[in-house]
């Protein structure tokens, strides 16, 4: 059983979907620049864009490592105004531990350009629709096409 940590972060209209994806970029890379910040910044303008339709509202944005899974949330209008539902705090581990990943929720109606932008920028950011599974996403964007297959004659010795 892995670990889920879940942060929830105050949008539209106490700061705009930019501000708020930088924001979570903060979380994310602790404050620190590199590579993986970098990479967060590219897609700077796709991620604002589902977050400004307030896909993160019932569909957490995912992040997952070499370590616990991330699931951040945001809200908005009065909700965002009094905060009191927000938890921005730091995370007690690197989010981006090893080999790292993000999946932007988005609209239905949105997820082949969102997927087809994010692809120009990253092969770690990617997007999934409304009812689509995390899981089977990440594996798709693996490219995980192996399977494990269960030799019992090799295991018991024979």
Not at 45 to 68: E, F, L
Request: hydrophobic share 35%; proline share 6%.
């Amino acid at each position: 059983m892995s670990m889920v940590a879940s942060r929830t972060f105050a949008s539209s209209p106490k700061r705009d979907a930019s501000e708020t994806w930088a924001a979570i970029v903060a979380l994310l890379t602790q404050g620190k620049s590199g590579t993986a910040h970098n990479e967060l910044l590219e897609v700077a303008g796709i991620a604002a864009s589902t977050i400004a339709d307030q896909a993160p509202k019932d569909h957490p944005i995912v992040v997952t490592c070499d370590g616990p899974r991330t699931r951040i949330y945001c809200i908005y209008d009065a909700d965002a105004i009094e905060g009191s539902d927000a938890n921005e705090d730091p995370l007690g581990f690197d989010p981006l531990n090893g080999d790292w990943r993000v999946s932007l929720p988005c609209e239905k109606d949105d997820v082949a350009w969102v997927q087809g932008a994010l692809k120009k920028h990253s092969t770690r950011i990617t997007a999934r629709g409304p009812d689509d599974d995390v899981a089977r996403e990440e594996a798709a964007s693996a490219g995980n096409t192996h399977s494990l297959t269960f030799n019992p004659k090799g295991f018991l010795g024979s």
